[in-house]
């Protein structure tokens, strides 16, 4: 598109205008980069920027226990649904855009409910379902919670790379002597990788951030890293979360990274 | 006239109706795998939010003795501790709505007039935060608001104050936090209703004598309104049932829905009066959501795919 | 031998399609038949229901009532991968993550086609449409006319037993496009497959058919060589949508047809009585400037409104008694060259008994 700079307003005109959405992204980004700075702070007295440095937080991370088995949980529950997530959520993004059935609009609905419907409710709702039959403070109740959430990322990361894709291709290739299931692996879904990827990244790290249903549902042995974070904020502030925190923003910037390469080497 | 003229085949049938059954059974067999392939993700959907919320409207007609009665929600009318919660909840929300969109709207106008790549750079420092755990920076907020955070220390050894400000654990607290995690709800959709404005209006509008202000007025603005109007809508509703950055940075003086549902739930035990908080909930936001779409015609759950 | 159609190709017997969509009808009632190793073509405007035929033919687009056989096999409720049907799409549908040899191969590697087959039967089909030794081309590299030239091999390496064709040249530019209707038709006349070819373009069903079937609103108005819907066009449709055509309209009373009070001499049995239209090609009307040429023709009196040298032709506009214009051309003959009239002459047209078609007047 060649609307760059199009209009006769000069960018000193302009000036007032990039001071303020300068500041409003600085705003944005400014606390990332404070937890970042502070997790290599030396001391526990929270000062910025920090008198002395050191890696004690991540010492203190990564050497309890706790810490850590609560971050393989969330690992482990985050792959899960990753893997449940992104076929389940492209398989209905798929028949969605075939769109030959009656009732797409309540589908679609349906399936991405979950963004709309208040999450607290969904915690109660779970944690309610869950004592009945008993996965309350299991991995498979936290892949089943977390795959409904992170659902309706993958479908809509799906369809949208549906929309944009041929699919007179899958027809000619259907037309060729492929029947739906070959014409769709051989031919649509090498072409739908990077949507398909960065639905899976997008499930990935819905699960690893989920805090609220977590709270519920998970508990004892499969309390997952954002319980535990949220009940230590909710006491007094270490700065061990400092640590912890700053490699959450270092994974969603390796993710998100990840997602735009994968785009951009097709 | 046409050539295609009515016949009887052999079994003395019109055309018009050959194999007019096997093609129907063809059409139904097709969409019966359609639904296949959709019936995972619907049953998953199904059982983990439509049956426990069904399950917990049921639970809240009744009261605590197991009577059929709407004592749930009479207490909401009853009770002054609710009535304050809805009172708080929507002042905060109408106060994030509010700072979203004073700090939304012009980054999402710079961010729209930016050439291309730089634009893209700049959008980084809305995605990033927007893809970062709402804990950690719920966490970073308090590090920086608290009453011995970053802000007041500075504050006191630059001698501005003598005292440490009140930033955290109260309604500002909660009010800076979430507007710091609502401002991309509201920044990406009307970002990406800025970029369909063709820049050929605001042209022929500067060409026509309007100053920059009165083209930015009477042409950009009103044509940024569906976008504006959507990423309002949705960060209210975000911010009547949120939970995490108000249950930490509250410090238990600004007890908003969310947290009112928790308690109930998990402190009390007490399902029905939870459920029917849940239940109040998710009216008024499908309600919200209902009016938007019925006002602007917009698709309501449209604007959730720019994330 | 290999890629040599003719001997199995097959003919299409499509009989009663009904086609809806919602209470929309789209075909209805549509009859055809198709001749094995016969190039026809589905000529029509958008709209028309050219293209949902031929969907329902490659099996994409499921018709409500109807039967599609295949050299006497019911095909109509037979999943598209299984119809045996090769097939080119107006914007090629290559795929763009496999190279020109892949792309070829792919119908061959869905038949389980040993890779030593596979090789020569791409090759030789890449020989065919002249793009040999392109196999490791990808096909961003490839030009507009590469690529449809790998469609068509893509679409017959197979050896299906019929071809199906939506608007494959629509995308190239003029010369190109030319260029190509004479290779497909070439082509055609070698491989001998059963080709139905979806156009909107009437030049180019002309150029390239055996038979044309000009389809209107969801009907075939008229099938027929390309000569005689050009020439006997039996339909006000099909006499508009191919070549220009002057509509005048004529009254047929005591089994003789009338213009006016003039009646008219034609070759073809006078229709039914009451009023109809007769189709008069540009070409076909004449000056008339001498008495003695006049013997044979239909005279019908007119004033020119304009004439335009066109060089190798003209063109003149006249108005008839009733006041209808009509359009004459001409080639730029030396005698006709002469006597050209000038703009408010009044002049004489005349049409030979045999160039006279009438038409329904609706």
């Known amino acids: 598109m060649s609307t760059e700079s199009s209009l006769p307003i000069s960018h000193w005109q302009r000036l007032w205008l990039y001071l303020l959405g300068g500041l409003v992204m600085l705003f944005l980004i400014a606390p990332s980069v404070i937890i970042v700075i502070m997790s290599f702070s030396g001391s526990t007295l929270l000062q910025f920027p920090p008198q002395q440095w050191s890696l004690r937080w991540y010492e203190s991370y990564f050497g309890s226990v706790e810490w850590r088995d609560a971050t393989i949980v969330s690992i482990k529950v985050a792959v899960m649904t990753a893997i449940v997530a992104t076929p389940l959520g492209t398989a209905a993004a798929y028949a969605i855009n075939a769109g030959t059935l009656r009732l797409t609009g309540a589908i679609n609905a349906l399936l991405t409910a979950s963004l709309i419907i208040p999450v607290i409710l969904i915690g109660i709702g779970t944690f309610f379902l869950y004592a009945r039959i008993g996965l309350n403070n299991t991995l498979t109740g936290l892949v089943i919670a977390h795959t409904v959430q992170a659902l309706p990322l993958v479908v809509l990361t799906v369809l949208s790379g549906l929309r944009s894709y041929d699919m007179n291709q899958e027809m000619v290739a259907r037309s060729l002597g492929a029947g739906r299931f070959p014409a769709f692996f051989q031919v649509t879904m090498p072409q739908l990788r990077f949507s398909i990827v960065s639905g899976a990244l997008f499930a990935f790290i819905t699960s690893f951030d989920e805090v609220v249903v977590s709270l519920f549902i998970s508990g004892g042995e499969t309390t997952t890293l954002t319980r535990r974070m949220f009940n230590a904020l909710r006491d007094q502030i270490d700065p061990t979360i400092a640590a912890i925190s700053t490699c959450l923003i270092v994974l969603s910037i390796v993710l998100l990274s990840a997602a735009q390469l994968f785009g951009r080497g097709r | 006239m046409s050539i295609g003229s009515v016949s009887l085949d052999r079994a003395g049938r019109p055309d018009a109706v050959l194999n007019a059954d096997a093609l129907r059974a063809d059409a139904r067999r097709q969409a019966l795998g359609l639904l296949a392939l959709l019936s995972p993700g619907l049953f998953l959907v199904f059982a983990v939010i439509i049956v426990p919320i069904g399950w917990l409207f049921w639970l809240s007609l009744f009261d605590q003795t197991g009577q059929l009665s709407l004592a749930n929600y009479a207490r909401f009318f009853e009770q002054a501790s609710y009535i304050r919660t809805f009172a708080t909840t929507f002042k905060v929300a109408f106060a994030v709505t509010g700072a979203s969109v004073l700090f939304g709207y012009p980054l999402a106008y710079m961010l729209s007039q930016l050439p291309r790549r730089a634009a893209s750079i700049c959008l980084i420092f809305v995605i990033l935060p927007f893809w970062t755990s709402v804990l950690v920076r719920t966490y970073a907020w308090l590090v920086i608001l608290q009453r011995r955070g970053l802000v007041n220390s500075w504050l006191i050894d630059l001698g501005v104050i003598g005292q440490p400000l009140p930033l955290a654990n109260n309604f500002a607290g909660v009010v800076i936090g979430m507007t710091h995690i609502m401002l991309p709800f509201l920044v990406l959709p009307l970002y990406a209703s800025m970029k369909t404005i063709d820049v050929d209006c605001l042209r022929a509008g500067m060409n026509l004598g309007a100053s920059p202000a009165a083209t930015f007025r009477q042409i950009f603005f009103p044509l940024s309104q569906p976008g504006l109007a959507s990423g309002v809508v949705i960060v209210f509703v975000l911010c009547l049932g949120f939970f995490v950055t108000p249950a930490l940075m509250g410090g238990g003086k600004v007890i908003m829905w969310a947290m009112r549902i928790e308690q109930a739930t998990s402190l009390y035990s007490n399902w029905g009066a939870g459920a029917a908080l849940g239940v109040v909930l998710l009216a008024v936001t499908l309600a919200l959501l209902g009016l938007f779409q019925w006002l602007l015609g917009a698709r309501a759950t449209g604007v959730w795919s720019s994330r | ?362």
Request: glycine content about 8%; proline content about 5%; overall charge neutral.
């Open chain 3, 1 to 362: 031998m290999l890629l040599s159609l003719a001997p199995s190709a097959l003919p299409i017997g499509i009989h009663g399609i009904e086609k809806r969509f919602g209470a929309v009808s789209i075909l209805s009632d549509l009859s055809l038949d198709v001749a094995a190793g016969e190039f026809l073509t589905l000529l029509g405007p958008s709209g028309s229901g050219k293209t949902t035929l031929l969907m329902i033919l490659a099996g994409f687009v499921r018709a409500n009532a109807g039967s599609v056989k295949v050299g006497g096999e019911e095909i109509i409720t037979m999943p598209p991968h299984k119809r045996n049907i090769g097939m080119v799409f107006q914007n090629y549908a290559l795929f763009p993550h496999m190279n020109v040899f892949h792309n070829v191969a792919f119908p061959l590697k869905q038949r389980r086609v040993s890779a030593a087959d596979t090789r020569e039967r791409v090759a030789k089909a890449l020989d065919l449409v002249r793009l040999q030794g392109l196999g490791e081309r990808r096909v961003d590299q490839l030009s507009g006319g590469q690529r449809q030239r790998v469609a068509l091999a893509r679409a017959i390496v197979f050896e299906p037993r019929i071809v199906l064709m939506d608007e494959p040249l629509s995308a190239l530019d003029k010369g190109l496009r030319e260029h190509m209707q004479i290779e497909l038709r070439t082509l055609h006349r070698r491989l001998g497959m059963t080709t139905v070819y979806v156009t909107h373009d009437q030049r180019e069903a002309i150029t390239m058919s055996d038979r044309i079937a000009v389809m209107n609103a969801g009907r075939i108005e008229q099938i027929d060589q390309p000569e005689a819907l050009y020439a006997r066009p039996k339909t006000k449709f099909v006499a508009g949508f191919i070549g220009e055509s002057n509509f005048i309209p004529v009254e047929c009373r005591n089994g003789s047809v009338w213009y006016e009070d003039r009646k008219l001499r034609m070759n073809d049995p006078a229709p039914s009585a009451g009023r109809h239209l007769m189709v008069v090609r540009p070409e076909t009307l004449r000056l008339v400037t001498d008495a003695e040429q006049a013997g044979a023709l239909n005279m019908l009196p007119a004033i020119v409104g304009d004439v335009i040298y066109q060089g190798d032709s003209f063109i003149c506009y006249a108005t008839l008694q009733d006041g209808r214009q009509v359009t004459l051309r001409d080639y730029c003959r030396s005698d006709v060259l002469a006597k050209l009239p000038a703009p408010g002459e009044p002049i004489t047209l005349g049409i030979d008994a045999q160039d006279i078609v009438l038409v329904a007047d609706q």
